[in-house]
């Protein structure tokens, strides 16, 4: 069935290091996508999001790029943190069916 | 602003027993809610979502339903518990639902022993 998933299940960086996480979904008519920042214990925050008529979003440290011609997204830190290590989940959203379809998340490890 | 509140934060229940999980809205109306399962190493699984008052839909057939007696608030049930339910239980919420992004609250750990 249809589904977003990521290449990479766990990513270790070297802090201030650039970190690029990577995520296929397979519904080319999907409108919007977003990245998700979940540390453990707690509930997945918002961190970045992009609409699919664009193909580039910054926001502070972190780029969202969109390749809807293979149907990818990556989100890029630059000079990651130990604070960024965290799982990520990029999400899938079709509004015609009203709903959010999450990736299996990607782990970071950031090391000092 | 919105905030979203579970309870309980964590909870420890023996196979067979009941479950209520509770999920709460502030500072918004007719939101659209919605629980998901997040086994862990996993990712979330969508196991009901509410565009209104008592309107509920499932995505997976299973033990769990869920019920929305308030525009604000969701909840989680279940009548006999299986080992399968453990995991962690987000509400989440969104605001006006084909343009807006999905806001998660803290999570119920819930271990079924």
């Known amino acids: 069935g249809e589904s977003v998933g990521l290449h990479l299940p766990t990513l270790s960086v070297q802090e201030g290091d650039n970190s690029i996480i990577n995520c296929a979904y397979s519904n080319s008519a999907s409108d919007y996508f977003i990245w998700y920042k979940q540390e453990s214990g707690k509930g997945p925050q918002f961190i970045i999001d992009?609409?699919?008529?664009?193909d580039k979003r910054q926001g502070q440290r972190v780029t969202v790029l969109l390749n809807k011609t293979v149907k990818h997204l990556s989100l890029q830190i630059a000079a990651t943190q130990p604070g960024d290590s965290a799982v990520y989940f990029c999400a899938e959203i079709r509004y015609n069916f009203n709903k959010f379809y999450f990736g299996s998340g990607t782990k970071l490890n950031v090391k000092p | 602003s919105q905030t979203i509140h579970q309870w309980p934060a964590t909870l420890v229940q023996p196979v067979g027993s009941p479950l209520s999980l509770e999920c709460t809205v502030e500072g918004t109306s007719n939101p659209n809610l919605y629980w998901y399962r997040q086994a862990a190493g996993r990712g979330l699984q969508l196991l009901f979502y509410?565009?209104?008052?008592?309107?509920i839909s499932s995505e997976v057939p299973q033990n769990l339903s869920a019920s929305r007696p308030q525009d604000r608030q969701f909840i989680l049930s279940s009548k006999k518990l299986l080992l399968s339910d453990s995991g962690f239980y987000l509400c989440a919420w969104t605001d006006r639902p084909h343009t807006d992004t999905q806001y998660f609250g803290p999570g119920t750990r819930l271990t079924v022993l």
């Open positions: 992009i609409r699919s008529n664009m």
């Open positions: 509410s565009v209104g008052i008592g309107q």
